[in-house]
């Protein structure tokens, strides 16, 4: 929060878009500086915390599921 808010001070009007990682307290702390932004979770962090529910040999099939969905217009 106090890195937001020098951010702020020396000047920055707005985030459009926040890619966060899940660093708890991180989307709080951006939507109370800059309230107007857009927060997501990074796609990479994404993927890592969807397969983690998976097991190794249904790995490769997922992936390769998950690569034609991000890869979607």
Not at 14 to 30: H, S
Not at 42 to 62: A, D, G, M, W
């Amino acid at each position: 929060l106090s890195i937001l808010n020098g951010l702020k001070n020396r000047g920055v009007e707005d985030i459009l878009i926040a890619c966060v990682d899940g660093l708890t307290g991180f989307p709080q702390a951006i939507e109370a500086v800059f309230p107007e932004a857009e927060i997501q979770q990074c796609i990479i962090h994404q993927i890592r915390n969807t397969t983690k529910f998976v097991s190794y040999k249904e790995l490769k099939p997922l992936m390769a599921d998950l690569k034609r969905v991000y890869a979607a217009p």
